[in-house]
C-alpha cells in the first residue's frame, strides 16, 4: 500500500556530510510516522531517527546525536537525513520506514520499509 524510495547514499571521507532523501507514494494519507534505520555488515538492524507526522516530535538515536537532523515534508511525503560529520562507524545500508499503525512505537513499529542505500565512510 505504501511504497518507499531512498536517495542519497555514497561514499564520503570521515568528517564529510551526506543527505538521505526518502519519498512515499501510494496510500500515504494514513502516514503517523517516518525514520531511518541502518544495518552494517554483520550486525543487526539498529533504529537511527524518526518523526512523527503530527507534530514536531523528533527522536534520535545516542550515537548520532548532534551530528545528524531528520527532517520531513508532510505535503511531498517526504523525509530527509542530514548527516553531518560522518565517521567510518556510520558506514551501513540506511532504510526508510514508514508507520501507519494506530499503536506501537515509532522506535520499532513500522510497516513498509523501501530498499535501502549504502552509505560508505572512508577513513
Known amino acids: 500500500q505504501v511504497q518507499l524510495v531512498e536517495s542519497g547514499g555514497g561514499l564520503v571521507q570521515a568528517g564529510g556530510s551526506l543527505r538521505l532523501s526518502c519519498a512515499a507514494s501510494g496510500r500515504t494519507s494514513n502516514i503517523r510516522a517516518m525514520g531511518w534505520f541502518r544495518q552494517a555488515p554483520g550486525k543487526e538492524r539498529e533504529f537511527v531517527a524518526a518523526n512523527r507526522w503530527s507534530d514536531t516530535y523528533t527522536r534520535y538515536t545516542d550515537s548520532v546525536k548532534g551530528r545528524f537532523t531528520i527532517s520531513r515534508d508532510n505535503a511531498k511525503n517526504t523525509v530527509s537525513l542530514q548527516m553531518n560529520s560522518l565517521k567510518p562507524e556510520d558506514t551501513a545500508v540506511y532504510y526508510c520506514?514508514?508507520?501507519?499503525?494506530?499503536?506501537?512505537?515509532?522506535?520499532?513499529?513500522?510497516?513498509?520499509w523501501g530498499q535501502g542505500t549504502q552509505v560508505t565512510v572512508s577513513s
Open positions: 520506514a514508514v508507520k501507519v499503525g494506530e499503536f506501537g512505537s515509532i522506535l520499532y513499529d513500522y510497516d513498509y
